[in-house]
């Protein structure tokens, strides 16, 4: 699929967390969408956001210099320890839609990888205590491991609680994006006839490809 597509599937997990109790909103689906840098990942979930009036959160999980930027600072100002949680999460008790985006999470440190299971898995955060309100949806970013670009093999504990999409790279579905996404016509009628310079460093490798089903796999199908 292309990147177009990405609010498609993030409107199918908003109408399914809403169905959902809320003792089972966790099983709900985190889609990891693997493609090649520039082809809209991360930018389709701002705008989906943007236009929808949701809170976008988005975790820069390989910038992240320690895990107390996903789990807070500990508080021992009291007789035990607490955790506060960063600014950006809402309070629990939030109302509204709530898109939090793991933006490559592939380029995590392995303590901060550690982090993100509890909240891929169970929408919260352990050592703080804090759930993500129960209208939240949670995506992954990524780009798959090439020699051009590093990357941290994530486990296969964590890569097993995703499910994974794949998104096009190519010249076509580019320039159908970027049309989606009201580019200048100029640049656009560039580079419809200069296809190109818009990736010259573009490969076919499907990352996704050699990942294979597992019976979690079948127990978020049933979901």
Partial sequence: ???SLIPKVLDILFEVNEQLPDNKKHKLPVPMFWGERGCGKTESHLLYGEKNDILTIVIPTGECASVGDVIGMPDISGKTTEFKVPCYFPPSDYEGNVLVLLDEPN?????????????????KIFLSKYVLPKH???SAAANPPSVEYKTNELSESLMNRFM???????AESTL???????FRSEVIDFLAVNQ??????????????ELTPSERTWDFVQT
């Avoid at 994974?164 to 190519?170: A, N, R, V, Y």
């Fill in 1 to 3: 699929m292309n990147a």
């Fill in 107 to 123: 380029r995590a440190e392995k303590d901060i990888e550690a982090v993100l299971h509890g909240l891929v898995q169970f929408k």
């Fill in 136 to 138: 939240t949806v949670i």
């Fill in 164 to 170: 994974h999409i794949h998104i096009e790279s190519s």
């Fill in 176 to 182: 159908k994006f970027f049309r989606e996404v009201k």
């Fill in 196 to 209: 190109d310079l818009i990736n010259p460093k573009r490969g076919d490798y499907n990352f996704i490809k």
